[in-house]
């Protein structure tokens, strides 16, 4: 049974991406407790998904490894994962929240050695890479997984695969046993910071995606460019072939009346960003279109985007693509006008990147408490929401610098809270 000590001078923090993790170590280290709950199997969120950064192309693993050192060090942070918030009760400086932790099937014994994944034979879709492939049936969520700990898909237990698992563990760490469980948590103010996903791609239905291979999304692109992704970073088709010739299409949902009604601001940049990976595996024989109605690069990203214009090997074409269908071959052709001149086109390419919006990950019409949301669902700060505080991309369509600001904001706004309980009671 997990057994959580919290009182209304703690601080829960919803969600464990790089927002919740920097509202969690904020506020720790201010001196306060904090409960961060996360409901995958290990922290990190999107952020954990990503290649590299914009506009310095760096790799996301450094900040993570800093922030999750610095999470690890902290005593006055606890940390469940597979877990989700179900219900909240109370009032400012005095909350407490209904937790429900689905079974890892794996305790604290976990060395992280691989030997039950070695044993198990079934595979299941892989998360961490958009279901671009499979993993074994038991796995470690990811390379820089925190906890560093396996998992055992629920779909095993039962069968002789499970069995197979704990028999190969040395450290009896497999534990079949495990239930779903519920706890309550007690806290005087919660920073939710659940963050958010790509927009389902399968509602734009004039681009295919649901039809066509070789059309996919910018995360799922992201995923295929990094080395540690499906493929070894190599940029292919669904059919083996190299993917050489690639359209971005932005606003791939966003800006629509149909879809979403907001830029998720960070679209045009990720696209700029995903040019870099073709010519890097390329050079000049790789061919980057992007299709744009604007380009939204703000404060010191202009530089970036200049810097991708004045590359041969990426041209843009400022058009809404009007519709995407398939040659013989498989390679899909897309149909549109360029409003530069008012030219009709049908170009047909190797891949299909849709640039897609974010929206919120839990829409604040589902967060189990009253909160004051705009129409998107992102949370507005609002006085309403008493000491419930969003952050990140829970409360905007943020790029990482921004979310952490955001993050650094919901913990100072929980800790301004919980010093006055501390007063009133003292």
């Avoid at 464990?16 to 996360?38: D, N, Q, R, Y």
């Avoid at 006008?337 to 019409?365: F, I, K, Q, W």
Wanted: aromatic content about 8%; glycine content about 8%; overall charge neutral.
């Amino acid at each position: 049974m997990t057994e959580v000590v919290a009182t209304n001078q703690t601080i829960l923090v919803v969600g464990g991406g790089i927002s919740g993790m920097t509202a969690a170590l904020e506020a720790a280290e201010c001196g306060k407790e904090v409960v961060l709950i996360e409901k995958n199997a290990a922290l990190g969120g999107r952020v954990s998904q990503l290649y590299r950064y914009f506009p310095k192309l760096c790799h996301p693993t450094c900040g993570l490894e800093i922030n999750q050192r610095r999470v690890k060090q902290n005593k006055r942070i606890r940390i469940l994962t597979l877990a989700e918030v179900t219900g909240i009760t109370g009032s400012p400086g005095d909350y407490t929240a209904s937790v429900k932790i689905s079974p890892r099937y794996v305790n604290e014994n976990c060395t992280a050695c691989g030997d039950c994944s070695n044993a198990v034979e079934a595979m299941v879709d892989d998360a961490f890479n958009y279901n671009l492939c499979k993993v074994k049936a038991a796995y470690l969520p990811s390379k820089m997984a925190y906890p560093q700990r396996y998992v055992i898909d629920p779909s095993i237990i039962g069968t002789p695969d499970a069995d197979k698992a704990k028999a190969a563990c040395k450290y009896d760490a497999v534990d079949l046993g495990m239930q779903e469980e519920t706890v309550q948590i007690k806290a005087g103010a919660v920073v939710w910071a659940t963050g958010w996903k790509p927009y389902d791609a399968n509602k734009i239905q004039p681009y295919g995606y649901d039809r066509f291979d070789n059309v996919i999304t910018s995360v799922e692109f992201e995923r295929l460019s990094d080395p540690h992704g499906p493929t070894g970073g190599k940029i292919l088709r669904k059919d083996g072939k190299e993917a050489k010739n690639i359209a971005f299409i932005q606003c791939a949902g966003s800006r629509d009346e149909n879809h979403l009604r907001h830029c998720s601001r960070i679209c045009c940049m990720a696209s700029l960003k995903q040019t870099n990976y073709v010519r890097e595996a390329f050079g000049d024989e790789g061919k980057s279109t992007i299709y744009y109605i604007d380009i939204r690069a703000i404060d010191r990203f202009e530089d970036f985007y200049q810097k991708v214009q004045a590359d041969p090997t990426v041209s843009f074409i400022k058009s809404k693509v009007a519709k995407i269908v398939e040659d013989k071959e498989g390679n899909p052709v897309l149909h549109g006008v360029n409003t530069e001149g008012y030219h009709r086109y049908a170009n047909t390419h190797d891949l299909v990147v849709l640039a897609v919006g974010m929206e919120p990950s839990v829409m604040a019409a589902n967060i189990p408490a009253e909160i004051v949301s705009d129409s998107s669902g992102f949370i507005e700060q609002d006085q309403a929401n008493g000491a419930i505080f969003g952050a990140g991309c829970a409360a905007n369509p943020l790029d990482v610098n921004r979310a952490v600001q955001s993050a650094t904001a919901g913990a100072l706004r929980a800790i301004q809270v919980i010093n006055r309980v501390a007063r009133a009671e003292g």
